[in-house]
């Protein structure tokens, strides 16, 4: 029985050198037709990695770009927009302003044109009152004097009575 065990213990020689042999002979067969196969889809697929990473840093500084041009051209927008703000508000305060001044043209114009008429109002007024102070003084001096002087005396003396009253 000790010969079984040291027959586990170590190997066969035999089968050592086949397993040696069938492992080298696996090895050049490997190396001969699959080694320069394996070497270039190796080669193939880092240059692939390679041209990933390359194209994914060429985006990554075009997407940098790109926000960079959008950020300017939000700032210019923005510029544009205050801009468009500013010249609205101009234009409001200068459309106000013709508002405002034909507005006191307007009430000048009113005014004037009320001043003007109440002063046709007064001298009409005035020409009524002295129509009407004439006619009175004509009562009056025919009841005083109880007689009629001709009509030119009359009036030569009623309008110089009144230009006296009135002045």
Avoid: H
């Avoid at 009113?110 to 009409?124: F, G, S, V």
């Amino acid at each position: 029985m000790d010969i079984n065990i040291a027959g586990k213990l170590f190997p066969n020689i035999t089968t050592l050198i086949v397993q040696l042999c069938s492992t080298g002979i696996m090895l050049l067969v490997f190396k001969k037709y699959l080694w320069s196969t394996i070497r270039e889809y190796m080669a193939k697929r880092a240059e692939a990695i390679e041209g990933n990473i390359t194209e994914a840093r060429q985006m990554n500084e075009q997407a940098k770009v790109f926000v960079q041009e959008s950020e300017q051209q939000a700032r210019e927008a923005a510029k544009e927009y205050r801009a468009t703000i500013q010249k609205a508000k101009e234009d409001a305060a200068k459309v106000k302003e013709g508002i405002l001044a034909e507005a006191a043209q307007e009430a000048k114009i009113k005014i004037e044109q009320a001043d003007r008429e109440i002063e046709a109002e007064k001298l009409k007024a005035k020409e009524e009152m002295k129509q009407e102070i004439i006619e009175v003084a004509f009562e009056v001096a025919e009841k005083v004097m109880n007689k009629e002087v001709d009509q030119k005396t009359n009036k030569d003396m009623v309008d110089e009575f009144i230009d006296d009253l009135v002045n």
